[in-house]
């Protein structure tokens, strides 16, 4: 019912910027809290940034004052700024949303594909 289509990943040296773009569809009555998290090979899923619908937010200590989130409700999409990226910041970037859906059931494990981000030194 929900779709999460994320954007804006790829190669970067260390020290460049990359915005990643997460877009949310499909039968949506409001989208509530949305986050960013990673995954590196061979590590566990981990949070890096999440936004509620009122603009507060949350960093992972190893992002904060490099990072950036934001959101747009007109359009259900959320942002993640990635300035003065490291190498250890190499990972698969996926998108997660709390949603209340038309019917008003209301899930918060919508996840996106994934989009890969690697960084090199």
């Known amino acids: 019912q929900v779709r999460l289509v994320e954007s804006g990943g790829g190669l970067v040296q260390a020290g460049g910027s990359l915005r990643l773009s997460c877009a949310a569809s499909?039968?949506?009555?409001?989208?509530?809290?949305m986050g960013w998290y990673r995954q590196a090979p061979g590590n566990q899923r981990e949070l890096v940034a999440t936004?509620?619908?009122?603009?507060?937010?949350n960093y992972a200590d190893s992002v904060k004052g490099r990072f950036t989130i934001s959101r747009d409700n007109a359009k259900d999409t959320v942002y993640l700024q990635m300035n003065s990226l490291k190498p250890e910041d190499t990972a698969v970037y996926y998108c997660?949303?709390?949603?209340?859906?038309?019917?008003?059931?209301?899930?918060?494990?919508?996840w996106g594909q994934g989009t890969q981000v690697t960084v090199s030194s």
């Open positions: 936004i509620t619908s009122g603009g507060s937010t």
């Open positions: 997660n949303a709390d949603v209340t859906l038309s019917s008003y059931l209301r899930r918060s494990d919508y």
């Open positions: 499909g039968s949506i009555r409001r989208v509530n809290a």
